[in-house]
């Protein structure tokens, strides 16, 4: 097992284009999270799945957005209409239910908004 | 709500010194308390945390972290430094009733041969 992985690493987009990140967590993990960071930030809750389930999500995360974990492997973060704000790195972590705190953390995806 | 604050964004230290990077939280409740580090194109990296019990937690590469209830402070140490060291550290706090970890801005550790 290589850690989580997260595909594209780098993407570059205009404003008002749809972009969409895959993340590939670690396959033993359960739980699967995505954060985001923004220069000079720490990282920022945006939702997390069990399993399939999307237990939680934040404010942040408008009706732009959004995550799915069809069959609680891999996961996907589309931002529709895409604006210069959403600009930032987009972090998947993933962790065992019962150690939900020791996150592993992918490298990130940076989304560039033009 | 909850929060964390770090108060310097970058911390300069010669290698063998001790470093301290320091991390003050606000939560109501008890707190848990992480700390995480970020090396260059590489993901975040668990270091430590504090659930219960003593207030010195060991953890990862000789880390440890000190809780202070009266203080609010959880601060990162390690006694002798390494240039190996030099990353990105983050404070963390969850809330017991919440899944989700609400990280501080960073700081930046410089450690100089």
């Known amino acids: 097992d290589t850690g989580v992985s997260q595909d594209p690493r780098h993407k570059i987009t205009k404003r008002g284009q749809n972009v969409t990140f895959r993340c590939d967590p670690i396959?033993?993990?359960?739980?699967l999270y995505w954060y985001r960071q923004t220069l000079g930030q720490g990282p920022e809750f945006l939702t997390y799945f069990q399993n399939e389930a999307q237990l939680e999500k934040s404010r942040l995360l408008s009706d732009r957005f959004s995550a799915e974990r069809p069959k609680g492997s891999f996961s996907t973060l589309e931002i529709q209409r895409t604006e210069q704000g959403d600009s930032a790195m987009y972090l998947c972590?993933?962790?065992?239910?019962?150690?939900?705190?020791?996150?592993?953390f992918g490298a990130g995806s940076r989304l560039t908004v033009l | 709500a909850q929060s964390v604050a770090q108060p310097e964004d970058q911390v300069n230290v010669a290698e063998g010194n001790p470093l301290t990077v320091k991390c003050t939280y606000s939560v109501s409740g008890n707190p848990y308390l992480f700390w995480y580090v970020q090396y260059p194109n590489r993901g975040l990296q668990f270091l430590l945390k504090?659930?219960?019990?003593?207030?010195l937690v060991k953890g990862s590469y000789g880390f440890e972290a000190e809780f202070n209830k009266s203080q609010t402070s959880f601060h990162l140490k390690k006694p002798s430094a390494l240039v190996s060291d030099s990353a990105l550290y983050f404070c963390?706090?969850?809330?017991?009733?919440?899944?989700?970890?609400?990280f501080g801005t960073g700081t930046r550790l410089q450690v100089f041969p």
């Open positions: 972590a993933s962790s065992f239910e019962t150690k939900q705190d020791v996150l592993t």
């Open positions: 396959s033993e993990h359960n739980r």
């Open positions: 504090y659930i219960t019990g003593d207030n």
């Open positions: 963390a706090v969850r809330r017991v009733n919440t899944d989700k970890l609400i």
